[in-house]
């Protein structure tokens, strides 16, 4: 089969070969840009997920974090640098002061990448099991037959609603 230049420009585009690899393992495939992508990445050693994504570059984000201890090794402050940054944004010399104290009072300050990065998959994980385990209470908080709702009517036309 004939390979055109769009096939090996778009297959060229998506796993980053020479023309001439390319047009080869297209001629291979009789075409096929699909199995020509997968042959490739195969022989790269790739992975197929893109690493450049916006998740991967949030979990590399929040995997830094700022560390302030006692100088007997208490941990005073542990939280992302993204916090502390952010912190600094909004409220200067609120942070310039914390610093000083820091120092004054011999703390270490410690900025370090986290061996276990906060994942944000995880982080949607830990929201849904929230989610359903207040959706859980809430609906034994309903069916509790101590729960009683009274609804009474006032001369202005106003209605209360008690809970007892």
């Given amino acids: 089969m ?16 020479s023309y001439e690899e390319a047009k080869a393992t ?11 992508i997968i042959e490739l990445e ?3 050693g790739r992975k197929t997920e893109y690493k450049g994504s916006f998740t991967s570059f949030t979990d590399k984000l929040l995997s830094l974090r ?3 201890k ?9 939280v992302p640098l993204v916090v502390v940054l952010l912190t600094f944004l909004m ?11 820091a120092i004054l009072t011999s703390c270490k300050i410690k900025v370090y990448r986290a061996k276990s990065s906060l994942n944000v ?12 385990k207040i959706k859980v ?3 034994n908080i309903i069916k509790d037959e101590e729960f009683n709702i009274v609804v009474e009517e006032d001369d202005s036309n106003e209605n209360e609603i008690i809970i007892e």
Avoid: C, P, Y
Wanted: no cysteine; charged share 35%; proline share 0%.
């Fill in 2 to 17: 004939k390979v055109t230049l769009e096939q090996i420009d778009e297959l060229r585009n998506r796993v980053n070969v």
């Fill in 26 to 36: 297209l001629e291979k495939n009789d075409g096929d840009l699909i199995k020509s």
């Fill in 42 to 44: 195969k022989k790269k």
């Fill in 66 to 68: 700022m560390s302030v």
């Fill in 70 to 78: 006692n100088e007997h090794g208490n941990t005073l402050l542990d």
């Fill in 91 to 101: 409220a200067f010399w609120a942070v310039i002061i914390l610093f000083v104290l």
């Fill in 121 to 132: 998959n995880g982080i949607k994980k830990n929201v849904k099991e929230t989610v359903e």
């Fill in 137 to 139: 209470k809430s609906e």
